[in-house]
Nanobody, 124 residues
Framework: QVQLVESGGGLVQAGGSLRLSCAAS????????MGWFRQAPGKEREFVAA????????AYLDSVKGRFTISRDNAKNTVYLQMNSLKPEDTAVYYC?????????????????WGQGTRVTVSS
């Protein structure tokens, strides 16, 4: 079993930045994709970003391209999401997810493990 624990959420003003972290522990495996999803109030959960094990294959939601950056430190089993130029519409609970594969996917059901989520609130 793999446990994922997110941190770094909080309240920030529009235009500000936050960095989310997700640490994996337990029976970790390699290679694996790590990704971020988010769920805004009253909406379905959506894909945000994902990275292959090497970091050479990365995918982003169109609306966050140029503002968000996903990165990972495999030695620490940790993935990061640097979020800049935050907008009120980025307000959501952000979830970390892991997939036993080397190919990122935007499809929620293809991820094997999930964290509990960390809340991000962007005020206008």
């Amino acid at each position: 079993q793999v446990q994922l624990v997110e941190s770094g959420g909080g309240l920030v003003q529009a235009g500000g930045s936050l960095r989310l972290s997700c640490a994996a522990s337990g029976r970790t495996f390699s290679p694996y994709v790590m990704g971020w999803f988010r769920q805004a109030p009253g909406k379905e959960r959506e894909f945000v970003a994902a990275s292959s094990w090497s970091g050479r294959i990365i995918a982003y939601l169109d609306s966050v391209k140029g503002r968000f950056t996903i990165s990972r430190d495999n030695a620490k089993n940790t993935v990061y999401l640097q979020m800049n130029s935050l907008k009120p519409e980025d307000t959501a609970v952000y979830y970390c997810a892991a997939r036993a594969s080397n190919y990122p996917t935007k499809t929620e059901r293809e991820y094997d493990y999930w964290g509990q989520g960390t809340r991000v609130t962007v005020s206008s």
